[in-house]
C-alpha cells in the first residue's frame, strides 16, 4: 500500500501519523467493534429493566425494594469504572476489555440462576463492574484509533451500539419474557457475551498511546505493526518520554485539570441521576400506566432505537457543530423531556412520543459528555479521566433508580416523580454551561 503524506520523515510520532491520515479499514473494523462492544453493554445492563416487572411480581418486590434492585447493577457498574478501568492506563486497553467482557458474561449467567433479591442483586453488582470497566475503556478505544477529524462519528458509531443493543436486546426480551420466563433474558445475555469474546482476541490491538507511553522492551516492534495494518511506514524510534510524569490520577487533579475535572464529574452524576432513572423505571412506569408488559418492553425499545437515531444525528453535527455546544442543549431537552414523560396522558402515540424525545436526548447528552472528556483530556490521562468521570458520574446512575423507587413508595405519582428526577439534568446543564475552557488535544 501506497504510504500517506503522513508518513513523511517529518511525522516521526505515530499518533500525529494516525491523528491526521485518513482512516483505515484496520481503523473502520477496530471502530465498529467497539459499536458492537457498547450493544453489548446496552442489553446487558438494561437487562434487569426489561425484566423488572416479572422479577416484581416473583419475588414480591415493592416499589423502594425494586428501586434498590434496579440500582444494584449501577452500582458495580460504578465500582468497575473507578477500579478497573483504571487500570487500563496501567496494563492495557485490550487485556482490561478482555476481563471485563469475562466478568459480564458470567454475571450474566449466575443471573439466571438467582432465587431471590439477595442473590441477585450481588451478582448484578458483578455484572455491573465488568459493564463499568468496558463502558469506560470503550470510549478512549473509539478515540485513540481514529484521526481527529472523525472522533466526533467514532464515539457516535461506538456510542450507537448502546441504545441499540437495548432496542434488540428489549425486542427479544419481551418474546423470551412472554414465552419463557426472566430467566431466558439473562442466559441469552450470556450467550451473546461469551461469543464475543473471540471476535474481541482477534481485531483488537492494544492502543497506541498505551504502547508510546508504557514503553516496555518491544514497544516499537508493536507500534510498527500496529502502523503497518493501519497502511503506513514504520518509524525508526518512539518519540521521547514525557518528563516529569506522575500518576494519573494525581494529573487529574493537577493544578491544570482539577477544576475541569470536578466540574465534569459533577454534570455526569446529575445526568445520570436523570438518564437511568428513565431507563430503569420506564418499563414498571408503562405498566402502571396501564399497557401490558410487553408492549411496556416494545415502547422501551423505541426509546433505545430513538438513542440509536440521536446518536447518528451527533455524529454528523459535531463535524461542523462544536459537540460541547450540542451536549448543553442536550442535557437541557433531557431535563424537559422527562417532565413531558411524566404529565404525557397514558395514550398510546403521546407515551412513544415522550418517550422517544427522552431516548433520544439521553443518547446525545452521554455522547456529548464523551466528546468533551476527549477534550478535556490528553491521551496520557483520557481513559483514567474518562473513567473518573463517567465512573463517579455511576453515583448518579446508581441513585437515579434508588430515589425514584423510594418516592414512589412515599406514594408520589409519575408526574411528581418525573419533575423532581428532572432538575437533576437541568442543574447539569447550567454547570456544563460554566465550565471551564475547553481545549483540543493534539492526540
Not at 465498529?32 to 462492544?37: D, E, F, N, P, Y
Not at 428513565?278 to 426509546?303: N, Y
Not at 406514594?411 to 483540543?440: E, F, M, N
Amino acid at each position: 500500500m501506497t504510504p500517506t503524506t503522513a508518513d513523511t520523515a517529518t511525522a516521526t510520532d505515530p499518533r500525529d501519523i494516525v491523528a491526521h491520515a485518513p482512516m483505515s479499514g484496520a481503523q473502520k473494523r477496530i471502530i465498529a467493534l467497539t459499536s458492537l462492544i457498547s450493544a453489548l453493554d446496552g442489553f446487558d445492563i438494561l437487562s434487569i429493566t426489561f425484566a423488572a416487572p416479572a422479577l416484581g411480581r416473583e419475588f414480591g418486590l415493592d416499589s423502594a425494594t425494586l428501586g434498590l434492585l434496579l440500582s444494584s447493577g449501577l452500582l458495580g457498574m460504578l465500582i468497575g469504572s473507578l477500579t478497573l478501568a483504571s487500570l487500563a492506563d496501567i496494563f492495557g486497553r485490550r487485556p482490561l476489555v478482555i476481563a471485563s467482557l469475562t466478568l459480564m458474561g458470567c454475571g450474566m449467567l449466575a443471573s439466571a440462576f438467582s432465587t431471590n433479591f439477595e442473590s441477585l442483586a450481588i451478582v448484578r453488582i458483578v455484572t455491573g463492574i465488568g459493564i463499568g470497566s468496558m463502558a469506560v475503556i470503550n470510549n478512549p478505544l473509539a478515540i485513540e484509533f481514529a484521526n481527529l477529524r472523525s472522533r466526533g462519528l467514532a464515539l457516535s458509531l461506538m456510542t450507537i451500539g448502546y441504545p441499540l443493543g437495548g432496542m434488540i436486546g428489549g425486542l427479544v426480551s419481551a418474546y423470551l419474557i412472554k414465552v419463557f420466563a426472566w430467566e431466558a433474558v439473562f442466559l441469552f445475555g450470556a450467550s451473546l457475551t461469551f461469543a464475543i469474546l473471540p471476535l474481541v482476541i482477534w481485531i483488537l490491538p492494544e492502543s497506541l498511546e498505551f504502547l508510546i507511553e508504557k514503553r516496555s522492551d518491544d514497544a516499537l516492534a508493536r507500534v510498527n505493526r500496529l502502523l503497518g495494518r493501519f497502511g503506513h511506514a514504520p518509524i525508526h524510534a518512539l518519540p521521547p518520554p514525557l518528563i516529569g510524569r506522575v500518576t494519573a490520577y494525581r494529573e487529574i487533579f493537577s493544578a491544570e485539570q482539577r477544576s475541569t475535572t470536578i466540574m465534569l464529574t459533577s454534570v455526569a452524576v446529575l445526568s445520570f441521576i436523570t438518564i437511568y432513572f428513565f431507563l430503569s423505571w420506564q418499563p414498571k412506569l408503562l405498566v402502571e400506566m396501564g399497557f401490558s408488559p410487553s408492549t411496556a418492553v416494545t415502547i422501551a425499545s423505541m426509546s433505545s432505537l430513538a438513542g440509536a437515531l440521536g446518536a447518528i444525528a451527533f455524529g454528523l453535527i459535531s463535524r461542523r457543530i462544536e459537540g460541547f455546544k450540542l451536549a448543553v442543549g442536550a442535557v437541557v431537552m433531557l431535563g424537559l423531556s422527562n417532565i413531558l414523560f411524566g404529565l404525557v396522558p397514558p395514550i398510546l402515540p403521546f407515551v412513544v412520543c415522550a418517550s422517544f424525545i427522552a431516548g433520544w436526548s439521553g443518547s446525545i447528552a452521554t455522547l456529548g459528555m464523551s466528546v468533551t472528556v476527549a477534550e478535556a483530556f490528553p491521551g496520557r490521562m483520557r481513559a483514567t479521566g474518562a473513567g473518573f468521570m463517567f465512573g463517579t458520574g455511576r453515583v448518579g446512575s446508581a441513585l437515579g433508580p434508588a430515589i425514584a423507587g423510594i418516592l414512589l413508595s412515599w406514594g408520589l405519582d409519575r408526574a411528581q416523580v418525573c419533575v423532581i428526577i428532572a432538575c437533576s439534568a437541568l442543574t447539569a446543564s447550567l454547570l456544563l454551561a460554566k465550565s471551564p475552557h475547553r481545549r483540543r488535544p493534539r492526540y
